[in-house]
């Protein structure tokens, strides 16, 4: 039986973990990782696109294990001199990572789009699938607060996600379109996965592009969601309390209703199985198996078995 | 008596030795250091300015006694990691010094000049006296050899001063004004100090600043140059092979044929003793001393006797 063709739909760390487990179950041409980028900031005048560059790492097999994100063994000598002369630094930026960001902001400047610019740095660091970002154009997530409107890495990272979120916004989004290889894969793949990332602002972006909810909606193959919310609590990130806080349930329920229409399966946690009701409720079937993923078994082990959902699905 | 007011005009690594000294013997707001920016060069999209960094670096006490320029104890991951990304590298970047870079870059990016931006790094590096660019136009530095026009950089680092140098251009100096630090202390300063710099490379782009030349002809005080060349030699970089490319005697005499009519004392190394003779034959004063700079009291006792003869001179 020839593999399934899958396009899935990641943020950052949750997502990055999946779509290793992916790629290493797929042959590359049959995988494509569009990833957000909503979050993408402008640091010292650098491009800084923090989970294209969390899948990428994780693909390239140089993620921080500590972390999550960014480089193993970085070093912060640059961000220290910036300190230095007077920059904020309040954004993490390490001396191996800044050479990405560095080498991004050079070739957007040289007239290259993100993907292209995407597609050279993963070629570079000898990744084989493609890894895309969501569109070429500006998409700014934006986070409505008690506090006013903030930039996402200004809710996130500056102020840990402290002010209470009254909704979220992705400026930009109605003007921007698919990148090239996104509009691709939503024809051509057998099947979407979304990976365990924040349904909100992560996932969210990536649905706000134009037609791209649409199209996803009208998408003939097996639609499989890995619900990031596992016994009441984001795995890691701001997903939980930003659920609370919009008056959401706190659950893989509360994942799936923001999946309802979008999605034919949501695989959740063997601890949430008593969920499973309410996530048919929704319209989808209940997957229930083990989702944590620590190791790089457990990421390739619920990638297979998404596959094979995918394959009985199919067959 | 109140000391002279000095504009010095510096290069890089000899430029920013005496630079050092100068700023150890006079009150900060006595020293203006006027520095060749037709050496900038953009490297990965950052703004890099080779002889501001050096005088800059010296300073502040930052610089790399090893290289006379680059930051002591400097790495070079980021530039490691750009190689893995396909980017060239030849032009060495290190950890610390990017930061420098990136800083000037983005305040650039942000509408602010070349001078606002060098005021905004020395500041933040503990330097008090002004150091300033010679222009915030843009000025290039090109080598005309005899393998065609290179940028200086490519020239002086990518090809190690290999090529057989024809002339020097500096593209953009006609239609470029003097930095207002710099026009100001062309009127303010009670004497100008030509460091031992390069006077083809690293004073002659200063020289073609529209106006310099005619201001510095018509400067009222004295005008003492440091010769860059000892024993028939340059202390450091390709002076010495330019000018006999060029077909010039490569000796402190070469020298003050370059500096002819806007120089009223040459500043010799004793070895050069013999020398004065044809210095006085180009119209101006002979100084014979110590005048190799490796230690920082060997600097600061060459910049005390320039005060001096300063002094002596307008009394």
Redesign the interface.
């Known amino acids: 039986m020839p593999q399934p063709k899958i396009l899935a739909i990641a943020g950052g760390v949750g997502g990055a973990k999946l779509a290793l487990g992916l790629a290493r179950s797929l042959l590359p041409q049959d995988l494509t990782v569009v990833v957000n980028t909503g979050d993408d900031e402008i640091f ?3 491009h800084v696109s923090p989970d294209l560059d969390s899948v990428t790492y994780a693909l390239a097999g140089l993620t921080n294990p500590d972390t999550g994100w960014g480089v193993a063994g970085d ?1 912060f ?6 300190r ?4 904020e630094t309040w954004f993490g930026l390490g ?2 990572d ?3 960001h ?2 991004r ?2 070739l957007l ?1 040289d007239g290259m789009s993100l993907s292209q610019v995407t597609a ?2 993963t070629r ?2 000898g990744i084989e699938c493609a890894v895309v970002p969501m569109t070429d154009a500006s998409v700014r997530t934006v986070a409505m607060t008690d506090v006013g409107d903030l930039a996402f890495q200004e809710y996130f990272v500056h102020r840990g996600c402290e002010p209470r979120i009254l909704g979220v916004r992705f400026d930009g989004a109605d003007t921007a379109y698919p990148s090239p290889a996104f509009a691709d894969a939503l024809h051509w793949a057998d099947a979407i996965v979304y990976c365990p990332s924040n349904p909100m602002v992560s996932i969210g972006p990536i649905l706000a592009v134009t037609g791209v909810r649409s199209a996803i909606e009208n998408f003939a193959g097996p639609r499989i969601a890995v619900s990031p919310i596992v016994a009441g609590q984001a795995i890691k990130g701001p997903a939980g309390k930003m659920m609370e806080e919009l008056g959401e349930e706190v659950s893989c329920v509360g994942v799936a209703r923001r999946y309802k229409g979008l999605c034919d399966a949501l695989v959740i946690d063997r601890i949430d199985r008593e969920h499973s009701a309410g996530i048919e409720d929704c319209g989808m079937q209940s997957v229930v198996t083990a989702t944590i993923m620590n190791t790089e078994y457990e990421k390739v082990r619920l990638a297979e078995e998404i596959v094979n959902i995918i394959d009985r699905w199919n067959s």
């Not at 000598?77 to 910036?82: I, K, S, V």
């Not at 230095?84 to 920059?87: F, K, P």
């Open positions: 010292h005048g650098l070093s000598r640059t961000l220290e001199a910036l230095r002369l007077g920059a001396d191996l800044l050479a990405t560095i080498r902001t050079a400047a050279e740095i570079h660091l």
